[in-house]
């Protein structure tokens, strides 16, 4: 299990989240009501770029902008009681500098209330973590497969594969908690290589497509209930909304087509 990295950071949630002993409950959420509905049974809740894909039908995360995440960021801070509400970074807004990370972070920080934020990579962006958790504001790293990295489908290909990816994913762990990141999530990694890094972690790991030695666990939370047809193999679809959506609708359909609706229960 995880130890929590302390950079001096006072966050009373994120302590607790770091000290805990048992599994990690994660889900992301975009919309206010979605949010209340998981934060009862979440211990994090993530703003992630993957919205862009999901509400946005998007190809790939790489598109979206830091006005459309916050706005994103403050419809889920309104349904959140007790989770941890963590934002993604998105695309273009901390890859140059840390100073610019730093000013975009803030402005994340400060609109939409969140906790945390979140960035992928590793040793590429070490400094920018180490002078954001410098400046208040606690980083969940993100290492394996990095979706803002991604353009096309044939690149969402699993890590670790070889020795150099071990290599490569391995030194981004270390350098993700060596700056001060209180939680590293690992995508997309082979079993292998996700039980190694869980045994050199010192901060709390939170695997999606990885292994499940790890201290929590993440999904796009419409994945999970079924919304989509297609889905990655580390999903597991806990119901089928698809089809009870396209029911619904289907009976709407009929009612109106055969003057059943609306009724008088439905008319002032």
Same mark, same amino acid.
């Given at each position: 299990?995880?130890?929590?990295?302390?950079?001096?950071?006072?966050?009373?949630?994120?302590?607790?989240?770091?000290?805990?002993?048992?599994?990690?409950?994660?889900?992301?959420?975009?919309?206010?009501?979605?949010?209340?509905?998981?934060?009862?049974?979440?211990?994090?809740?993530?703003?992630?770029?993957?919205?862009?894909?999901?509400l946005y039908?998007?190809?790939?995360?790489?598109?979206?902008?830091l006005?459309?995440?916050?706005?994103?960021?403050?419809?889920?801070?309104?349904?959140?009681?007790?989770?941890?509400l963590?934002?993604?970074?998105?695309?273009?807004?901390?890859?140059?500098?840390?100073?610019?990370?730093?000013?975009?972070? /803030?402005?994340?920080? @400060?609109?939409? +209330?969140?906790?945390? #934020? &979140?960035?992928? %990579?590793?040793? *590429?962006?070490? =400094?920018?973590?180490?002078?954001?958790?410098?400046?208040?504001?606690?980083?969940m790293?993100?290492?394996?497969?990095?979706?803002?990295?991604v353009?096309?489908?044939?690149?969402y290909?699993?890590?670790?594969?070889?020795?150099?990816?071990?290599?490569?994913?391995?030194?981004?762990?270390?350098?993700?908690?060596?700056?001060?990141?209180?939680?590293?999530?690992?995508?997309?990694v082979t079993? /292998?290589?996700?039980? @190694?890094l869980? +045994?050199?972690?010192? #901060? &709390?790991?939170? %695997?999606?497509? *990885?292994?499940k =030695?790890?201290?929590?666990?993440?999904?796009?939370?419409?994945?999970?209930?079924?919304?989509?047809?297609?889905t990655?193999?580390?999903?597991?679809?806990?119901?089928?909304?698809?089809?009870?959506?396209?029911?619904s609708?289907?009976?709407?359909?009929?009612?109106?087509?055969?003057?059943?609706?609306?009724t008088?229960?439905?008319?002032?």
């Amino acid at each position: 299990m995880g130890r929590y990295n302390r950079m001096g950071i006072k966050n009373l949630k994120i302590d607790q989240f770091c000290k805990s002993k048992r599994k990690l409950v994660c889900l992301t959420a975009y919309t206010t009501y979605m949010a209340e509905i998981i934060d009862e049974y979440c211990d994090l809740v993530l703003v992630g770029d993957s919205l862009s894909m999901v509400l946005y039908g998007d190809k790939n995360t790489t598109r979206l902008s830091l006005s459309t995440m916050i706005r994103h960021g403050k419809a889920v801070r309104k349904g959140i009681k007790k989770s941890i509400l963590v934002v993604d970074m998105p695309k273009n807004t901390y890859e140059k500098s840390p100073d610019i990370a730093l000013k975009n972070a /803030r402005k994340i920080m @400060k609109e939409t +209330k969140c906790d945390a #934020i &979140k960035m992928e %990579g590793g040793v *590429a962006i070490a =400094k920018t973590i180490k002078k954001l958790v410098k400046n208040n504001i606690p980083v969940m790293g993100h290492i394996g497969l990095l979706p803002q990295q991604v353009t096309k489908s044939s690149e969402y290909r699993i890590k670790g594969k070889t020795k150099n990816e071990e290599n490569i994913v391995t030194k981004d762990l270390l350098a993700v908690q060596k700056n001060g990141a209180f939680s590293v999530v690992i995508e997309g990694v082979t079993e /292998r290589l996700a039980i @190694k890094l869980c +045994k050199i972690a010192k #901060i &709390k790991t939170i %695997g999606i497509g *990885a292994t499940k =030695k790890c201290d929590g666990q993440v999904l796009v939370t419409e994945d999970m209930l079924g919304i989509f047809d297609k889905t990655a193999k580390f999903v597991k679809k806990y119901n089928n909304l698809r089809k009870i959506i396209s029911n619904s609708v289907k009976k709407y359909n009929s009612d109106i087509v055969n003057n059943k609706f609306p009724t008088k229960k439905n008319i002032y």
